[in-house]
């Protein structure tokens, strides 16, 4: 069993930056694929991006690819999501989740384990 805890959410304003953090207490990050997913109010699971074991591979939802970046430390036990230019809609819980199938893994059901989710509020 892998427990994920994010961490990084808050309210922001329409514009600015916000880095989640996403670490596994006692369980080396290194040995699975990651991801982000996000999930607004009244929606589905939304998928971010994952990123390889390795960290030499990265790949991002069409949708947020140009603001969003996933990506890792394994030393730190850390995965990342930096999100740019933050709008209204990106308001959610955010995700992380780790998988044992190899790179990419770009929907929620080929996840393992999850976290319980950060929220994201952005007022315009």
């Known amino acids: 069993q892998v427990q994920l805890v994010e961490s990084g959410g808050g309210s922001v304003e329409a514009g600015t930056s916000l880095s989640l953090s996403c670490t596994a207490p006692?369980?080396?990050?290194?040995?699975?694929?990651m991801g982000w997913f996000r999930q607004p109010p009244g929606k589905e699971r939304e998928f971010l991006g994952t990123i390889s074991r390795s960290g030499n591979l990265e790949q991002h939802e069409d949708a947020v690819k140009d603001r969003f970046a996933i990506s890792r430390d394994n030393d730190k036990n850390t995965l990342f999501l930096l999100m740019n230019s933050l709008k209204p809609e990106d308001t959610a819980v955010y995700y992380c989740?780790?998988?044992?199938?190899?790179?990419?893994?770009?929907?929620?059901?080929?996840?393992?384990?999850w976290g319980r989710g950060t929220q994201v509020t952005v007022s315009s």
């Open positions: 006692g369980r080396p990050i290194k040995y699975y694929t």
């Open positions: 989740a780790a998988t044992n199938r190899a790179f990419p893994a770009t929907n929620a059901g080929m996840y393992d384990y």
